[in-house]
């Protein structure tokens, strides 16, 4: 897949290394074809496998070293992608100048449409930065020596990060310190916003590095951003810190919530729908009532002999405490009726939501009675009796 | 031993009296001790803003509007001998859990018991059938009926439920008095058993009309007492259903005389007309009236006799190929049996109101049966409204595992 090639000479920069399917994470078997390429001179050639002596013959290996792509490689890609991108706008009969990622999305979805379950299995088309990860450029010129002073640390974007910082931190310390001698030193307090924001995690930082690190390496980075940010910063270091913060949305805000209707008696009803596995509910939540529930218009008690379904209705009222105050008029269809009580209960707990405070909402979405339940009978596979269940094993 | 009985006897009063102030609730293992220290320490109940759930007032015959709602206590010799097999079951379970039997008294019970104390004896029979959803206390309303009845010294003839005679019979003979209809000696024999232990004292009174003659040597003469008709039934298990067949006869044809009134007390009456589950050798299936006792109960409830009343009830619990949510007259009893009981009073039973749902919570609570923390306060009961929705029979199964 990967094109073996060299780009040869005394390249001053970063050259993608190829050793046929060596990955180049194998630090021994880059030297000695480092020390080869130097030996056999300038020339372009090609790097076999003979050099390298972790290659094996075994086919699944490969599977297991990371593949490495040449920066020509993932130009051609990239050239591709965008020539295929004005194709696929031309497809649609859309502006290829003004053809975004969204709209890439939209065309592959509608030309490829997959009923997988899995989103990451579905078809994508992607520019190739998202798609190939990203890989470290050699970090060593011709005579062997280390382009960056913290090379032999190991980790060398890691420090390099923690010694920026501790750099700016020490700049900030000065300049109070300076302001403090001059006497202009005045206590600002920081005011930042706590809730929308959160520090990376280690994997993301892991992938921002490309290096790998360890839980103390990444608790010590946090550490210092965080004694960072508490001092009084400027602009730049405010910057830097933002870097390193991805922002968190709440959940809640998307939940829109719907008014209050009125009838012609001037009673105040909300309406809300639910589905659970393949039943579909639509229920009318009264404002005052007595607690009485008509489902298809059959009372609750016959059409639900089973008790833990009518303790399912009653759990939105119980928890708001609403136990005899609201009617509620429903029609459900399909499912068994174990799903039709869970319907039930996600369309009264969303119509109720009309009725209560943005705390109260909060609190039941929290509890979980607002969502979903995402879970659905699993597809029979083809070998197996069931869906999970395998036939019965024979030793003979 | 006997100090602590009484001192937590005392508390028990001073929580009754200040207003069932539930702290004071203790719970113990043995309930009999505690019943019956609190019924010796009982007096006239104090207006207290809840709903009381008790009364002293243990004759049916003086009950009134102002005691709906609460529970009247029989006692136990009553117990056996007014009702030897008319209780449901699980009452029977409430009865020995509590070792007092309390029945409450509602408003559809109260309305029939009006209109039995008003009934003209010369005329026909009235028939009156209660229905209503499945655990709304039919069976119940009727024992109570039946407990009005007993203590107004009338005659009762009372089936625990028709329906146990339309299903799972082992044993069906070919009936000697009339070759195309079924005996079940089993059914007949243990009716019989029942019947007289209810109804002792008249079975000597009333004296039988007719020369019956049984086989080649037994036979019962003309003027001898029922009881010896009784006696044959129940020793001789063959005879058994004839036995019963001559009592009812016997019955509805002196009770017209005016010596004693009759009450007809049948449950589940839709299975007289419904399928039954029978089958001949041939596996050809019986209908109703080829079954003898089928055949004798129907001429029972036919109004065409004076001196005493029917009451019927119709439920789909016992029923056979009805419907789960059938639960009125005309879909349970068929066409047939609708125009063979037409005209009929219809007395619907429905759920609990709040003030019964109330009283029924304290007397749980009184007997300490409900012993979930919350039961006692205001959440816990709406829990226990919501999830029964004040059905009698729900309720009490729900609070059986509370």
Redesign the interface.
């Known amino acids: 897949m990967a094109a073996p090639c060299v780009s040869c000479g005394a390249a001053a920069s970063y050259r993608l290394f190829l050793a046929g399917r060596v990955s180049f994470a194998r630090e021994q078997g880059l030297w000695k074809a480092a020390a080869a390429g130097l030996q056999t001179g300038t020339s372009c050639q090609i790097l076999r496998l003979k050099h390298s002596p972790a290659v094996t013959t075994k086919k699944n290996v490969a599977a297991l070293r990371r593949e490495s792509y040449t920066v020509d490689f993932i130009k051609k890609q990239i050239e591709e992608f965008n020539i295929g991108k004005r194709h696929l706008a031309n497809m649609m009969g859309e502006d290829p100048e003004t053809f975004t990622q969204e709209d890439i999305d939209r065309a592959i979805t509608y030309l490829f449409p997959s009923g997988l379950f899995e989103k990451r299995a579905r078809p994508i088309m992607k520019h190739p930065e998202e798609i190939f990860p990203k890989q470290r450029a050699i970090q060593w010129g011709e005579d062997g020596r280390p382009f960056h002073f913290l090379f032999y640390t190991g980790k060398q974007s890691y420090y390099s990060l923690m010694h920026e910082a501790y750099g700016k931190v020490l700049h900030v310390e000065e300049r109070q310190d300076q302001l403090r001698a001059k006497g202009l030193f005045s206590e600002k307090p920081k005011t930042k916003d706590p809730i929308g924001s959160r520090w990376l995690i280690k994997e993301e930082l892991e992938e921002m590095l490309v290096e790998k690190l360890s839980d103390q390496d990444y608790a010590q980075f946090i550490r210092l951003l965080e004694r960072l940010s508490a001092l009084p910063c400027d602009a730049a270091e405010e910057e830097f810190v933002g870097r390193f913060r991805r922002t968190v949305t709440v959940q809640s805000k998307k939940h829109l919530i719907e008014p209050l209707q009125y009838d012609e008696q001037g009673m105040a009803f909300s309406t809300g729908q639910g589905k659970r596995k393949t039943a579909n509910a639509e229920a009318v939540v009264y404002g005052h009532g007595s607690?009485k529930i008509e489902i298809n218009g059959?009372?609750?008690?016959?059409y639900f002999?089973v008790?833990q379904d009518?303790?399912q209705l009653?759990f939105p009222?119980?928890f708001l405490?609403r136990?005899?105050k609201h009617d509620v008029t429903c029609t459900v269809s399909g499912g068994g009726r174990s799903s039709q009580a869970g319907a039930i209960r996600l369309a009264v707990a969303r119509a109720l939501c009309s009725f209560i405070t943005e705390d109260e909402v909060e609190w039941m979405r929290q509890a979980g009675l607002l969502t979903t339940d995402p879970r659905v009978r699993e597809r029979k596979k083809p070998g197996q009796e069931g869906a999970r269940r395998k036939f019965t094993w024979k030793k003979r | 031993m006997s100090t602590g009985i009484m001192l937590k006897g005392m508390t028990r009063l001073v929580s009754r009296v200040h207003k069932l102030d539930p702290g004071r609730f203790l719970h113990s293992g043995t309930q009999a001790p505690q019943c019956l220290v609190a019924r010796l320490d009982n007096q006239v109940p104090t207006e207290s803003p809840r709903a009381i759930s008790r009364t002293l007032e243990n004759d049916p015959a003086k009950h009134g509007e102002q005691h709906v709602g609460q529970h009247y206590n029989i006692s136990i010799q009553e117990l056996k001998t007014v009702f030897p097999h008319g209780l449901p079951p699980r009452f029977v379970m409430q009865v020995k859990t509590f070792n007092e039997a309390c029945l409450m008294v509602r408003k559809p019970a109260l309305e029939l018991l009006h209109y039995l104390k008003n009934t003209n004896f010369a005329h026909p029979a009235v028939r009156y059938v209660l229905y209503g959803e499945k655990g709304t206390g039919k069976t119940l309303s009727l024992c109570h009926i039946i407990h009005f009845c007993a203590k107004q010294d009338w005659l009762i003839l009372h089936i625990p439920d028709a329906h146990l005679w339309v299903k799972n019979c082992r044993d069906l003979l070919q009936s000697t008095y009339n070759k195309h209809r079924f005996d079940q000696p089993l059914e007949a024999s243990v009716w019989l058993k029942n019947f007289k232990t209810a109804n002792e004292r008249f079975l000597s009174q009333i004296k039988v009309q007719d020369k019956y003659v049984w086989n080649k040597r037994e036979s019962t003469e003309k003027g001898s007492p029922l009881a010896e008709v009784v006696e044959q039934g129940i020793m001789r298990v063959r005879n058994a259903t004839d036995a019963v067949g001559i009592v009812l006869k016997e019955l509805k044809r002196q009770s017209s005389l005016g010596i004693f009134r009759l009450l007809v007390a049948v449950d589940g009456v839709n299975a007289l007309w419904g399928r039954t589950t029978l089958k001949r050798e041939d596996k050809s299936p019986i209908a109703p009236e080829e079954l003898a006792l089928i055949y004798n109960l129907r001429k029972m409830v036919k109004n065409d006799w004076q001196g005493g009343a029917i009451v019927l009830t119709v439920s789909q619990t016992g029923s056979l190929f009805k419907p789960r949510k059938a639960y009125l007259p005309q879909e349970l009893l068929g066409k047939e049996g609708f125009d063979t009981l037409d005209p009929f009073i219809p007395i619907l039973v429905s759920n609990y109101n709040p003030k019964e749902f109330e009283a029924c919570i304290q007397y749980y609570l009184e007997n300490n049966w409900l012993q979930h923390e919350k039961a006692h306060t205001e959440e816990g009961k709406k829990e226990l409204l919501f999830l029964s929705n004040r059905n009698p029979g729900l309720l009490e199964r729900l609070c059986a595992y509370l």
Do not use: C, I, S
Request: glycine share 12%; net charge negative; charged share 25%.
């Open positions: 607690g059959v009372d609750y008690l016959l002999p008790t009518r303790e009653m009222f119980h405490d136990l005899g």
